[in-house]
């Protein structure tokens, strides 16, 4: 029986789900001092050993060529490749993945898989459609393609860690989430930052009974970047609620944060050999190229009509009145940014409007509480929620963009935006516990449920923020000193934005081309 304990979430936050003491059945784990001493083990049926037998061993007695082990995590902080390596007790040859962990040497075991790759298929990764929506949609249906998993989802995650599905690829069974939102909580911040330490992450069966870790020590054995890693028994239910009987999650990384998640899902255990996994772990890397690419080039185009307009203000105030600079210019500071509405409002008092912006007395109190933040600069698509004394705005200026120069304020503001936002359930709903031992339990339902989201506008961009303030830091420059700025330095930026990833597209490359594919058949 389930009930509701009014838990707080905040719960499954603190899951130290990196920490669990167990691993997967679908493979062993060897954690060795880096003597290679063995102090704690978890075997699988197909192994041939115990744990006991092996705690306190060295890892000699057990791999053949076990220095190989040694040699591969030398330097490196993310796990090995997948390695081919001899079980000394049978002589048969296994797969192996390591990484170094503090002071641990993780070794991950898997049996040699008779399975083939189809090298001719993964041509999809070198795409080069130029427009996000419709390369992440290709990337969802050719991912279905080559793994075989009935739903293949494209997962963005917002400014607040909530995600939306922005595409999917299905078989003609499963239910579709495209366009669905899914609460923050649902994938908490512990777990977010396992997925950006690990590429590819594996659930061949929810239902598989876990295999206890074995240790001769008290200290806890981190399994941040475990391939076997146990998954919390809160998501294994999570996913059972959602018909799923096994997945495989890859990570999308841009510019160091996580941009969002590809996520597998197949209504019957799966299992991917970890030559494939290794496979989807470089095409994560190929696609989060590829959506760095294409966002940074949108910005680029909208920075360089920025920069331009930005440059023509300048000139404008080399030698003018400051206030009349403005008031001459208020056209294109209204189309400087995309809004309903601009105001200046000068340290004299001055006010200088155009399009739909607020009244005087409105400006009046909506600077005053600017004022009393000390920022310099600040966006927001919900006004009310920065200052709530100000939620009457919210049909004209339910979210602005505001930057001081010189004790004066430049204000962009956007009209609200009714949103209907479509959730797999109702993120509301309270947390549940089992009623035996009050552990969590994931909400049960992920039927389509419908929010009508008010007192908001459309959300600003990064290059729209960081344009506005550009804009400030020249101004100010330009008013101080009466001089025109350089504007060479951004186009200098941007050539060298262009020139990494260009290079990183190079780099993903070569690392397809000396992936360890020794067994794999090229049709």
Avoid at 204 to 231: C, Q
Avoid at 397 to 408: H, S
Avoid at 459 to 480: G, P, Q
């Amino acid at each position: 029986m389930v009930q509701n304990f009014s838990l707080d979430p905040a719960s499954c936050e603190n899951e130290p789900i990196q920490f669990i003491e167990s691993i997967q059945p679908f493979g062993s784990l060897l954690a060795l001092d880096m003597s290679g001493e063995i102090c704690q083990a978890a075997i699988n049926d197909e192994f041939g050993w115990t744990a006991a037998d092996l705690i306190g061993k060295n890892i000699e007695n057990v791999l053949q060529d076990s220095k190989r082990v040694f040699d591969a995590i030398k330097d490196r902080s993310e796990p090995t490749s997948p390695m081919l390596i001899r079980e000394s007790k049978s002589r048969r040859w296994i797969t192996c993945i390591a990484h170094k962990k503090d002071d641990r040497v993780i070794v991950e075991l898997e049996t040699l898989p008779s399975e083939q790759i189809d090298i001719a298929s993964l041509k999809f990764m070198s795409d080069r459609r130029e427009s996000l929506e419709s390369y992440l949609s290709y990337i969802a249906e050719n991912i279905r393609g080559v793994t075989g998993y009935d739903r293949v989802m494209i997962y963005k995650f917002g400014l607040d860690w909530h995600g939306e599905v922005v595409a999917e690829s299905l078989n003609s069974a499963g239910y579709s989430f495209y366009g669905h939102h899914f609460p923050a909580s649902d994938i908490p911040a512990i777990a977010r930052n396992l997925f950006t330490q690990m590429w590819v992450r594996m659930i061949p069966d929810v239902d598989s009974a876990n295999i206890p870790l074995v240790s001769d020590r008290s200290e806890k054995l981190d399994l941040s970047r475990s391939v076997l890693r146990a998954p919390s028994p809160i998501h294994l239910q999570y996913l059972r609620n959602m018909g799923v009987a096994a997945s495989m999650t890859m990570s999308l990384i841009c510019d160091g944060k996580l941009w969002g998640l590809v996520a597998c899902h197949h209504f019957s255990p799966k299992y991917l050999i970890a030559e494939q996994r290794a496979v989807c772990a470089l095409l994560a890397k190929v696609v989060s190229s590829r959506i760095t690419t294409l966002s940074v080039a949108a910005t680029i185009n909208a920075t360089d009509d920025l920069a331009a307009v930005s440059t023509q203000l300048c000139k404008q105030f080399v030698n003018g009145d400051f206030v009349e600079c403005v008031r001459d210019n208020k056209y294109a500071l209204l189309r400087f940014l995309r809004c309903d509405g601009f105001s200046f409002v000068a340290e004299d008092g001055s006010i200088v409007t155009e399009g739909h912006a607020m009244s005087t007395d409105e400006l009046g109190v909506l600077v005053k509480n600017l004022n009393d933040t000390k920022m310099e600069v600040l966006a927001t698509d919900s006004l009310e929620k920065s200052f709530p004394v100000l939620a009457s705005l919210n049909m004209i200026a339910a979210g602005i963009l505001a930057i001081k120069v010189l004790n004066n304020w430049f204000i962009w503001n956007r009209q609200e935006l009714v949103r209907s936002l479509l959730w797999a359930g109702d993120p509301n709903k309270p947390i549940y516990t089992n009623n035996r031992c009050e552990s969590l339990s994931p909400r049960t339902s992920f039927e389509s449920w419908k929010e009508n989201v008010r007192g908001t506008s459309a959300a600003w961009e990064h290059f729209e923020v960081t344009a506005a303030d550009r804009f400030r830091r020249n101004i100010a420059e330009t008013v101080e000193h009466r001089r025109v700025p350089v504007r060479a330095d951004a186009h200098e930026y941007l050539r060298l934005i262009r020139s990494a990833i260009d290079s990183q597209a190079a780099d993903l490359q070569n690392q397809f081309k000396n992936l360890n594919l020794e067994g794999i058949e090229v049709e």
